[in-house]
């Protein structure tokens, strides 16, 4: 017999670097010392106060059985009392308030509460490739919206065609960006609010990288507007934040009854976050700023380091004022894969091509900043190697 297979899923796109992923496994089989600065996961540890709060809770039973659906009460109201410090944003942690497995798992299942097959999603090119597959395995249909460094990275709502808004559901932004590491000027949060409203689209704003900022920069909530509880939800995750990306947990706020419909989607598919990592979420919330502060002083060194070494061979990357990322034009003339395959053929390095984010990516590639510190420096030293071999003009 041969196994009949769902259209949603031969519909998933291969596996966007699979063949990068080819070339890097026959380096490796080959013997060369293969660095990656290709995915966005803190090397750096999880710091201890939130060990220790779980390792209290996972010692109490009470946190061994099936948890709360809705998450704990106290999570939630320390995602609000975050909230409230943070942005001084006031949130009902009983109606706009629902933790998640991990914002991907969010992401990924929002469009099922909102989208009917043959129905829009608006959303970013290039972008985090989970707004288009939830909206694929929902039915829906993916309208881009071109990013270019001459707009900063940020889309231009009024040039979305009348066809694409029709049957428009939802708009999703990313600020700061990943992989485009740009920041939004509030203005523009404004405009999105107005341009949702307006077109009675709900607006999901991934605010993953919020905290992972340098240079003094300080991100704002789009919850900030007051009008944007009408229309908007903004996702959070302890992942980089805290360095708790093998933890799995985040949140999404905002609109009470896009919370209330994503809850009821999530009640019947998981069974929520094992308690003792609430717990240790809750640990995580009230972490001191200065914690916060010396883990991006020491990322910001990264940051200044890769820029320097590309500086160093001709290429002018944009100065990123958050995330995870250096995002950086490719040398001239290169696409972006060609770039990548060359690192890791010529010198064991990788890093991802923008073209895997969508077609205006092509052009650049992306530098994470998760590497350890003498990791980084060797991999930089050895993409200064390869470029000054292929001839790139140094300044
Ligand atoms: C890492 C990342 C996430 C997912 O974070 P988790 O909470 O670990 O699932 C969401 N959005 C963007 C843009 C990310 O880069």
Redesign the pocket.
């Known amino acids: 017999m041969s196994i009949q297979f769902a259209d949603r899923i031969s519909n998933l796109p291969p596996y966007l670097f699979a063949e990068l992923d080819k070339l890097r496994d026959a380096r490796r089989a080959e013997g060369v010392d293969v660095i990656s600065l290709g995915i966005?996961?803190p090397d750096l540890p999880t710091p201890d106060p939130i060990l220790d709060a779980l390792d209290r809770a996972a010692r109490d039973p009470v946190n061994h059985r099936y948890p709360e659906y809705y998450g704990l009460d106290e999570l939630r109201e320390a995602i609000a009392a975050w909230y409230a410090r943070r942005f001084q944003v006031d949130l009902d942690p009983a109606t706009e308030i629902v933790p998640?497995?991990?914002?991907?798992?969010?992401?990924a299942h929002l469009p099922l509460a909102l989208v009917n097959p043959g129905d829009t999603v608006l959303m970013t090119d290039p972008?985090?490739p989970?707004y288009a597959i939830g909206t694929m395995l929902a039915g829906g249909v993916s309208h881009s919206l071109p990013l270019t460094s001459e707009r900063g990275w940020i889309p231009d709502l009024d040039d979305i065609p009348a066809d694409a808004l029709a049957n428009a559901r939802l708009l999703w932004l990313?600020y700061p960006?990943?992989?485009t590491a740009a920041v939004a000027p509030f203005e523009f949060f404004e405009e999105a609010v107005d341009f949702a409203r307006a077109n009675n689209v709900v607006l999901a704003q991934?605010a993953?990288?919020s905290e992972v900022v340098f240079d003094g920069y300080r991100c704002r909530s789009i919850l900030e507007i007051p009008e944007a509880r009408d229309v908007a939800v903004e996702?959070?995750?302890?992942?980089?934040t805290y360095n708790?990306?093998g933890?799995?947990?985040?949140w999404m706020a905002g609109n009470a009854e896009v919370v209330e419909a994503l809850g009821r989607v999530k009640t019947n598919v998981d069974s929520g976050i094992f308690q003792a990592v609430q717990h240790a979420a809750i640990a995580a919330l009230n972490i001191e700023q200065d914690w916060i502060d010396a883990r991006n002083a020491h990322l910001q060194d990264r940051r200044d380091r890769v820029i320097s070494a590309l500086r160093n061979v001709g290429i002018a990357p944009e100065v990123p004022k958050a995330?995870?990322y250096v995002w950086s034009p490719t040398p001239a003339g290169m696409t972006s894969v060609d770039f990548a395959a060359r690192l890791i053929n010529e010198v064991g390095v990788i890093v991802t091509p923008g073209v895997g984010f969508g077609a205006y990516g092509e052009g650049h590639f992306r530098i994470s900043l998760t590497t350890p510190d003498d990791r980084l420096d060797e991999a930089l030293e050895r993409i200064d190697e390869a470029l000054e071999r292929s001839g790139t003009v140094r300044f």
């Open positions: 966005g996961d998640l497995i991990g914002s991907k798992e969010g992401i972008g985090y989970v990313c960006g990943n992989p991934d993953a990288y996702f959070h995750s302890l992942s980089k708790m990306t933890w799995r947990i985040g995330s995870l």
